[in-house]
């Protein structure tokens, strides 16, 4: 797990933070089930989240999660006056037209399942034309492979989630699924039915790229403050950690 920043509240942090927000006791974001970075049932609700909520506690700020399923998530932050974002998220040039972007709060392997003994080679995206790959939907991927898909250069099928994609995957129905590494690993030991499917499942050793997350607010005067919060905090943090 490489994760860019600590989660623990160190008083550094705490003194250089403090009063700066006192006009909202709370800060509303939108997350889904995604673990280990966020969940309504994990420890701290995520790693995440973890960061988040002690960035935020000392600022001044209590942070309040909804977890929904990842399109209802974006919509909530979009058009819910109480939410005024949601996490985690990819960078990408269509996320930055609707919200504004934090700095990073961490990084995310994002690879390919497959089914042990496969031996899928591949060297660029446009090699995975051949197979018949899975996506979740709504989910941004990797910039090239989502354009081949949208121009209908790639063979995609769409999954509500990543338990579902490895599901299928397992059956043959897929030849590969777009997952974070991270997330993958975690399924396989915690989710009760990918667990069972599991030792039939391994990651591609090859990566599509290694992506930042991010915390995405809604544009205007709110979200630059706050994504400005977030980002003094994650520099404190990273000073601290050295």
């Not at 006192?22 to 309504?40: F, K």
């Not at 031996?119 to 989502?146: C, F, G, I, K, P």
């Amino acid at each position: 797990m490489r994760f860019s920043v600590l989660i623990r509240l160190c008083p550094v942090l705490v003194a250089a933070l403090c009063g700066q927000a006192r006009a909202q006791p709370v800060v509303t974001l939108a997350s889904l089930e995604w673990p280990p970075y966020a969940g309504a049932q994990l420890p701290e609700r995520g790693l995440s989240t973890a960061t988040l909520a002690r960035i935020f506690q000392a600022a001044g700020y209590t942070l309040e999660v909804k977890f929904y399923p990842w399109a209802r998530a974006v919509a909530a932050a979009r058009h819910k006056p109480a939410v005024m974002g949601y996490f985690p998220e990819y960078d990408a040039a269509e996320v930055r037209r609707h919200f504004i972007c934090s700095d990073p709060i961490g990084h995310g392997p994002l690879g390919l399942a497959q089914r042990k003994g496969q031996r899928l080679r591949w060297r660029e995206v446009s090699d995975l034309a051949a197979y018949r790959v899975s996506v979740v939907q709504d989910y941004v991927n990797n910039y090239q492979l989502d354009r081949n898909i949208a121009e209908d250069r790639q063979r995609f099928d769409p999954a509500p989630d990543d338990g579902r994609n490895l599901l299928k995957l397992a059956s043959g129905s897929i030849d590969l699924a777009v997952i974070d590494q991270n997330v993958f690993h975690y399924l396989l030991r915690h989710d009760s039915l990918v667990r069972h499917i599991g030792q039939r499942l391994e990651m591609n050793p090859r990566l599509l790229e290694t992506k930042t997350l991010h915390v995405c607010f809604k544009p205007g005067r709110d979200g630059e403050r706050l994504a400005a919060i977030v980002n003094r905090g994650l520099k404190i943090l990273r000073q601290d950690a050295r």
